[in-house]
Nanobody, 124 residues
C-alpha cells in the first residue's frame, strides 16, 4: 500500500527558501496526482500546489503563485515543493497527498493517501 513521508521542513528567515520532499513507498507515484496542502493553527487545510500524473503543475493559492513550484522525479518516487521568498504567512504544517486521477484538485476530500506532515516556520 502506498505510503508518503514528507521531509525538508524547518525554521527559515523571511525571504528564504526551502525544498520539501514527499517520498513514496509501497507503490509507485507515477500514475497519481500529488498535491501539497498546508494547515496553520486555527485554520482549515489549504491546497497549495499540485502536479498531475502527466507532470503538469498547478498552484491553487494566489498567495504562492510565482514563489512555489511542484516537481516530480518518478525514478525516485518523489515529489518536491520548492518554496521561495517565504514569509511568515507561509508558516504551517505542510502535507503531501496523492490521488489516483490524472487531474489536480484543491479539495482535501479528493485525496486518499496522506503523509504525516512537516512543519515550516518562517520567522526572524
Amino acid at each position: 500500500q502506498l505510503q508518503l513521508v514528507e521531509s525538508g521542513g524547518g525554521l527559515v528567515q523571511p525571504g528564504g527558501s526551502l525544498r520539501l520532499s514527499c517520498v513514496a513507498s509501497g507503490s509507485t507515484l507515477g500514475l497519481r496526482t500529488v498535491s501539497w496542502f498546508r494547515q496553520a493553527p486555527g485554520k482549515e487545510r489549504e491546497g497549495v500546489s499540485c502536479i498531475n500524473a502527466g507532470g503538469g503543475n498547478t498552484n491553487f493559492a494566489d498567495s504562492v503563485k510565482g514563489r512555489f513550484t511542484t516537481s516530480r522525479d518518478n525514478a525516485k518516487n518523489t515529489v518536491y515543493l520548492q518554496m521561495n521568498s517565504l514569509n511568515p504567512e507561509d508558516t504551517a504544517v505542510y502535507y503531501c497527498a496523492a490521488r489516483t486521477s490524472w487531474s489536480c484538485s484543491d479539495s482535501p476530500s479528493n485525496y486518499d493517501i496522506w503523509g504525516q506532515g512537516t512543519q515550516v516556520t518562517v520567522s526572524s
